[in-house]
C-alpha cells in the first residue's frame, strides 16, 4: 500500500529513526496496519543485550507512534511550508512477550478520539499472530 | 445520578494522578488539580467509551469542574436515552 519511500516522504523521522518499514492497509484517519521487520543489525541490539537480544518496549511505541502520524497524514494538511510537529502526551501501554532478531513486528492503530490540534489512538502490535503489546497514546499537532 | 458522580471522579482522579477525595464538585481542573488539555481529551475520551456516548469538541472547554464534566455526562447520555 505504501512502500517505504512513500514512508519517508511522510514521516517527519528519518534514519537512524524509521520505525516502519511497509504500511499494509490504510484508510486515512481510520485505520492502518503497519511492518517493521527487526533485524540483528539493529544498532540498539548492540546493548540491549549483549548475547540476548530484545527489541526496547519504547521502540515498539515509537513505531505505534509513528503509524499513528501516517494514519493521519493527508496532503491537504500539508499547507504551504508549515510543517507539523507531533508532541507525545500520554502513553498507557502492556507488553505481552518480547521481539527479537527475524521478529516482523505488525501495528495496527485505530482512532479513540480525536479533535483539532489533538489525539488519543489505540494501538495493537503482534508478531507472527502473536500479541506483543497493546496501547493508547495521546498526542498533540502542531503546525509550524 | 451519584454514581455517574462517582464514576466520572474515580476516572478524572486516575488521570489527574490524584486522590479521588481531592476531586471535589467544584475544584478547578487546571488551576486545583493540575490537568491540562491532553488530560481533559482523555476524560471525554473516558466517558464516550465508558457510557457509550459522543461528546463534541467545543464541549472540551466546558470540562472545568467535576460539576460541570457531570452534567456534559448527563446531557449527552439523556440525549442518548431520547
Do not use: C, W
Not at chain 1, 529513526?17 to 527487526?38: Q, S, T, W, Y
Not at chain 2, 462517582?6 to 494522578?17: S, T
Amino acid at each position: 500500500m505504501l512502500n517505504i519511500e512513500e514512508i519517508q516522504k511522510i514521516l517527519p523521522q528519518k534514519f537512524p529513526f524509521l520505525m516502519i518499514d511497509r504500511v499494509l492497509e490504510l484508510e486515512p484517519g481510520k485505520k492502518i496496519v503497519a511492518l517493521k521487520n527487526i533485524s540483528i543489525n539493529e544498532s540498539f541490539f548492540g546493548g540491549h543485550f549483549p548475547g540476548q537480544p530484545v527489541m526496547p518496549g519504547v521502540l515498539i511505541i515509537e513505531a505505534m507512534a509513528q503509524a499513528a502520524i501516517i494514519m493521519f497524514y493527508s496532503p491537504e494538511n500539508v499547507s504551504g511550508d508549515k510543517k507539523a510537529s507531533y508532541y507525545l502526551a500520554s502513553v498507557k501501554v502492556r507488553f505481552l512477550h518480547p521481539l527479537t532478531a527475524g521478529d516482523q513486528l505488525k501495528i495496527e492503530v485505530e482512532p479513540i478520539k480525536v479533535i483539532s490540534g489533538a489525539g488519543l489512538v489505540k494501538a495493537q502490535a503482534s508478531a507472527g499472530g502473536k500479541e506483543i503489546a497493546s496501547a493508547e497514546l495521546s498526542f498533540s499537532v502542531k503546525h509550524v | 445520578m451519584p454514581d455517574l458522580e462517582n464514576e466520572i471522579r474515580n476516572m478524572i482522579a486516575e488521570i489527574v494522578e490524584k486522590d479521588p477525595a481531592q476531586v471535589t464538585l467544584d475544584a478547578k481542573f487546571f488551576e486545583e488539580l493540575g490537568m491540562d488539555s491532553m488530560m481533559a481529551l482523555e476524560i471525554m475520551a473516558g466517558m464516550e467509551k465508558k457510557y457509550k456516548i459522543t461528546i463534541p469538541e467545543e464541549k472540551l472547554t466546558q470540562l472545568t469542574t467535576l460539576r460541570e464534566t457531570v452534567a456534559v455526562a448527563k446531557e449527552y447520555l439523556e440525549k442518548k436515552n431520547a
